[in-house]
């Protein structure tokens, strides 16, 4: 399970974005996208996942061109930086929310079974039928990356999904996260302004840099010989 970006440029208007990018993650990768704010790391994190098409250039994952393929169908997940949950559904039909509108008919056992499973991993058990305004903002961002787990995509994007938390709470989520997605066979792709996301979290880390990536490698090699 791999992403390969061959060529990638970007613009909004006339300002370009992302230039030239190329880069290619293997499989059981934790990439984290390390950037200044407005250096485009969410524009090729949306590009990545599908959610934008870019202007020139092309996406595969694992060697197929995904480059027009609408982002329903790809089997992907997206975190967002911001508390992204249904406020009238339980933190258990958020989760639950991908597995109700999958192509593929999932039975309400099923269901069940995975949602607390996926709860007991990021800690949720005990509120699973509580509304998100009723927990904590540490509480409403593990929903939302409970409910991209559930869908056991192969390719997971966070986009700076702690940076709306408290220094305490991003510590807790940091660990959590480490020890969640180190033993998964996709791809994580994780964009942050935030060194220490990289150095705590990830196996390779990308410096990006107006629009382009300037260093590329294992997260010590880099860090240890910038």
Same mark, same amino acid.
Do not use: W
């Given at each position: 399970?791999?992403?390969?970006?061959?060529?990638?440029?970007?613009?909004?208007?006339?300002?370009?974005?992302?230039?030239?990018?190329?880069?290619?993650?293997?499989?059981?990768?934790?990439?984290?996208?390390?950037?200044?704010?407005?250096?485009?790391?969410?524009?090729?994190?949306?590009?990545?996942?599908?959610?934008?098409?870019?202007?020139?250039?092309?996406?595969?994952?694992?060697?197929? =061109?995904?480059?027009?393929?609408?982002?329903?169908?790809?089997?992907?997940?997206?975190?967002?930086?911001?508390?992204?949950?249904?406020?009238?559904?339980?933190?258990?039909?958020?989760?639950?929310?991908?597995?109700?509108?999958?192509?593929?008919?999932?039975?309400?056992?099923?269901?069940?079974?995975?949602?607390?499973?996926?709860?007991?991993?990021?800690?949720?058990?005990?509120?699973?039928?509580?509304?998100?305004?009723?927990?904590?903002?540490?509480?409403?961002?593990?929903?939302?990356?409970?409910?991209?787990?559930?869908?056991?995509?192969?390719?997971?994007?966070?986009?700076?999904?702690?940076?709306?938390?408290?220094?305490?709470?991003?510590?807790?989520?940091?660990?959590?996260?480490?020890?969640?997605?180190?033993?998964? =066979?996709?791809?994580?792709?994780?964009?942050?302004?935030?060194?220490? =996301?990289?150095?705590?979290?990830?196996?390779?880390?990308?410096?990006?840099?107006?629009?382009?990536?300037?260093?590329?490698?294992?997260?010590?090699?880099?860090?240890?010989?910038?």
């Amino acid at each position: 399970m791999t992403i390969r970006a061959e060529q990638i440029c970007q613009s909004h208007g006339r300002q370009p974005v992302i230039q030239n990018l190329s880069l290619e993650l293997e499989a059981g990768s934790f990439f984290t996208l390390l950037g200044p704010t407005g250096n485009g790391k969410t524009t090729l994190l949306r590009i990545l996942a599908g959610i934008e098409k870019p202007v020139s250039g092309r996406i595969f994952f694992d060697g197929v =061109d995904v480059t027009d393929l609408p982002v329903q169908e790809r089997k992907i997940a997206f975190v967002y930086q911001q508390f992204v949950n249904y406020p009238s559904m339980s933190l258990f039909e958020n989760i639950a929310s991908p597995l109700r509108v999958a192509k593929k008919k999932i039975t309400e056992a099923e269901i069940q079974r995975k949602v607390m499973e996926t709860a007991e991993l990021l800690r949720l058990t005990e509120v699973v039928q509580h509304l998100p305004e009723e927990v904590s903002g540490g509480q409403r961002q593990r929903c939302a990356i409970a409910r991209a787990l559930v869908k056991e995509a192969k390719f997971i994007f966070l986009d700076e999904p702690l940076a709306n938390l408290d220094y305490k709470l991003r510590e807790e989520l940091r660990s959590e996260l480490k020890q969640i997605f180190k033993d998964r =066979d996709g791809v994580v792709v994780y964009a942050t302004p935030e060194p220490i =996301d990289a150095l705590m979290m990830a196996t390779h880390v990308g410096f990006l840099h107006e629009g382009s990536i300037l260093q590329f490698g294992n997260v010590l090699d880099v860090y240890h010989n910038p």
